[in-house]
């Protein structure tokens, strides 16, 4: 057998055996998209995708540019309801961590 590239084979998943198969992989990914410890996907789908500090909509296309922010600051703290969490986008995340550390706060005039 001969090797390509950096000398790495590329491994390539088995066919399915059946739809029945195929079926039980996608239910598979579903359910860890959704598990308790997926807090971004059940922050999302419980807040929406739009940022609550800018206000800017995001799609499924962009959805990469909206975090979870922990507003307590736990990030073991991932209550069912989501009342602990606030979807903002990366700009806006970035601006609530460096809150304090300049002893500028872009609020203040």
């Known amino acids: 057998m001969r090797f390509r590239g950096h000398g790495h084979r590329r491994l390539r998943p088995p066919p399915p055996d059946s739809k029945a198969s195929v079926d039980a992989l996608i239910d598979e990914i579903r359910r860890a998209r959704l598990a308790p410890d997926n807090y971004r996907e059940r922050s ?24 979870v922010h922990h507003k307590d ?5 991932n209550p069912p309801d989501g009342s602990n969490w606030e979807n903002l986008c990366v700009y806006c995340h970035e601006d609530e961590h460096g809150r304090g550390l300049t002893g500028f706060d872009s609020e203040e005039k």
Do not use: M, P, Y
């Open 44 to 67: 999302l789908k419980i807040h929406g995708l739009v940022c609550a500090k800018c206000g800017r909509d995001f799609s499924h296309h962009d959805r990469r540019l909206l975090t």
């Open 73 to 77: 600051g736990n990030h073991s703290n």
